[in-house]
Structures are given as C-alpha cells and as structure tokens.
C-alpha cells in the first residue's frame, strides 16, 4: 500500500455507498482474478486503464486514494479493509452501484498487477486517538509509502479475527515440552567452539559445535594460538591423541555441522522448513553434548558470519569463553489490565534466577547480566520465543477483543505455560482463567 500522512479536508459524507469486495479467501489476500471479476465495463481492456495514484493518506480505518488519469479530473477513492472483504467508495458515486473505473484502477495500480498482501494494512478498532496521533498505532510516510505498525509500548497488538502478526511461525502442543593442571611447555589440545549466530540477518544459521586445534601458553593452560577446524572429511595431521569424550564429542559435532550445513542460511525462503525440521534434531544433539562439554577445559564461544566460517580456523579476536548452565529455564507469562487494553509479556527463570534481560539466538537464550547460555529445550519454545523477540516480548489486546483473543490465542498458550493476571489498579496476582478477566467479583 503508498500512502501520504497529510492533512486533508476530504470528508466522507455519511450516506457515501461502498461497494463491497469480498476476498473469497481467508488469507487476507486480494487477487486480481477477484478484482478483475467486479469490474463490469465489458468494453474496456483492464489493462488500458492509465491511471495513477500520486497520493495515499490513512485516516479513521479508511485509506484515501488520490485517483488521476489523463482524461478526467482527479477523484478520490475511500477503502476500507475488513478481516473478509473490502469496502470501496468514490466520490462519483459509483454509478449503478457498480465498482467505477477510478477505484478499479487506482486499487489496481496500488497492487502493482499482482495479488496484494493486506495484513499488514488491517488494524480493525484501533483508530483511537491521543494527543490528534493514533494511541497505538505508528503511520510511517515516506514519499508515497506508507508503513502501518505498533507504537513500540505495544510490542504485537493482536488484530480482531485474525490473532497476531506473524503467529503462523509457531504452534502450541504440549506433548512437544517433553521432547528436550599447569604445564611449563607450549601444548597441543582440542578446543570446542560453539558457533551461534544472531536471528534476522542474512547469514543466521542454527548453531553448532566446532572442534579445532589450539597452542597453550608455555606457563599455562590457556590456548593462545588456535589451529584449523576438526573436519571429519579432513585427515588428522598433527600428534594428538583425543579422548574417548573427545572422540564422541567430536561424532556429536560432525552431525551438528552436517545438519547444518544442509539446511542453510535462514533468510531464504526455501529453507524455512528445512530449519524448522532441524530444530528438535538438534536440540536433541546440543542435550547430549552439553554434559560432555563440561570435562573438556577449553570451550569458546564465537558469532560465526555464515557458512565461510566452517572451513576456516577460529579468529582469536571473536572468542570468548562459553558459559553454559545444566539448568532448564521456564517461560510463563504475565497478562496485565490497563484501562482499555490488556499486556501479555513473557517472564524467564532458572532455578537460580530471574532473566531480566536476555538475546535470543537460534536454540539457546544468552542472559545479559553474565553471558550465560541457555539451551531451549522444545522446538515449541524455539518458536514461541523467537517469535516474540520480533516485537520486543510484548504483546498487546485491547479489551473489546479479549474474548476473540482468548479463543484464538490465550486458551492454547495458557495449556502449555503458567499465565499470571494481575487487573488494573491492583498488586493482586493470580492464575489466569477467562471469568477472572471477564466477571472477576462474581
């Protein structure tokens, strides 16, 4: 969608007739086989309509189309996007009650020939104002673009009928929580690198455990120079004699980089299943491993930059000493009332501790107080927790849509983690239920 943040004197005249375009699908989609099919002037080739859309702006649910061609004035065109369909007016007055060649065209050129894409433009019952600004929505303008998205107290407001953005990414099912001494020479040694990279960018991969050759000091037993990775398609060369932890570490991180390997970068697209299916494999190898890897004195951690980091050798500059805990976290999540609308954030703790602030990587959540890792142990936490991350662990409803949230959301999630509610005004804390939000005094 283009779109302008102007100030305008169009006013939509309360009688104005909107010809409605049902979507005929539940994806939020418009096609152009449905758009072609309400366009009734026969004589006129669809694609010969030259017209163009200069200025887009948003206001009260409505997004207004500023409609030119060579021939005719300007019109403006109002649409109006609801969960299943699309309601359209302009100011000609749809003659014969029929879709005009104006919101025709102008919706047309808008999709750019192609289907278009509406959720990110579907914001039912949040034109509320504060201060003439949008209380919980951002309208970003930029030359004819527009973007629509929460104000960043909000985190993810969950959208009437449809649940929130991006939800597609996880599921709930609870059966899938319970899958989860000093030497005066220098030295040759194996070390262990676990290489993690950070969500979103267009190297992410899943992490994995890299063995490799290292030098320690002449006085001491830190490594100070480090050598190739151990690959078990490469032959051994230098003169050391691994351990029986060491030999199974090492089958455990073959598997890990074949994995890997095989399932690449996150950011394309064709490899979204792939990375999914990976996740409880190696969940399931990071659970074996972890144990072994507290025997062995040299373990490190690195942000790796991809695949170039697997047939190289660690650079010193990016390693750091790997801090991992045997103890399990446990998400819950805190719901709390405002006055009209509803919080739900996430809460982490170990048996230790509460993890105030943490980074989210691929298959492990790293405290930020004391870089210690932390391994999910479901690919239904994976998910969940990398979903939320995208917008910043907050999510919002507002009141009138609880109950549609609770139906589509809250009832599954409340199955599978603990939920505390705490009302407006109050310290009282308790455990969720529906009639504690909806008939609290009853």
């Known amino acids: 969608m283009v779109a302008k943040q102007t100030k305008h004197d169009t006013d939509i005249p309360s009688d104005t007739f909107y010809y409605v375009i049902p979507l005929e699908n539940d994806d939020l989609i418009l096609t152009k086989e449905v758009l072609y099919k309400h366009y009734k002037s026969l004589n006129v080739n669809h694609r010969s309509l030259r017209v163009t859309v200069p200025t887009v702006y948003y206001d009260k649910d409505t997004f207004v189309l500023s409609v030119e061609d060579e021939k005719a004035k300007p019109h403006n065109v109002f649409v109006q996007i609801k969960r299943h369909e699309i309601q359209v007016a302009c100011d000609c007055g749809m003659p014969d009650n029929t879709l005009c060649q104006h919101a025709y ?30 209380k919980y929505l951002y309208v970003d303008a930029e030359g004819h673009h527009v973007n629509i998205y929460p104000r960043p107290a909000y985190g993810n407001i969950f959208k009437a009928e449809w649940g929130f953005s991006l939800d597609h990414y996880h599921q709930f099912d609870i059966g899938m929580l319970n899958e989860t001494n000093k030497d005066t020479t220098n030295k040759l040694v194996v070390g262990y690198n676990v290489i993690y990279t950070e969500l979103g960018l267009w190297f992410s991969q899943l992490p994995m455990l890299m063995p490799f050759f290292g030098k320690t000091a002449k006085h001491s037993n830190q490594i100070v120079a480090y050598g190739h990775y151990l690959r078990k398609d490469k032959a051994i060369t230098e003169d050391v004699v691994l351990t029986e932890n060491q030999n199974a570490l090492n089958e455990i991180s073959h598997k890990m980089f074949t994995q890997v390997k095989s399932v690449g970068r996150q950011d394309n697209k064709a490899n979204i299943q792939k990375w999914l299916d990976a996740v409880p494999i190696l969940i399931k190898l990071w659970q074996k491993a972890i144990p072994m890897l507290f025997y062995e004195p040299h373990v490190y951690s690195s942000q790796g930059e991809g695949h170039l980091t697997w047939n190289n050798k660690p650079v010193k500059s990016n390693m750091s000493n790997w801090r991992i805990s045997s103890e399990q976290f446990v998400i819950t999540f805190n719901l709390k009332g405002h006055k009209d609308h509803f919080i739900l954030e996430p809460v982490i703790k170990s048996p230790a501790k509460h993890i105030a602030h943490c980074r989210k990587v691929p298959l492990f959540l790293i405290d930020a107080e004391d870089h210690t890792f932390y391994l999910v142990h479901s690919a239904q936490d994976e998910a969940l927790l990398n979903w939320l991350r995208i917008s910043g662990n907050k999510l919002t409803v507002l009141k009138e849509h609880f109950i549609d949230f609770h139906n589509r959301f809250l009832r599954q999630l409340s199955e599978c983690y603990a939920v505390i509610y705490q009302p407006f005004n109050s310290t009282k804390k308790v455990a969720y239920s529906l009639y504690e939000v909806i008939a609290p005094n009853t």
């Open 105 to 134: 065209g102008g919706m047309f050129d808008l999709m750019h020939h192609k289907d278009m894409e509406l959720e990110d433009y579907y914001w039912p019952g949040l034109e509320q104002k504060h201060n003439k600004e949008l």
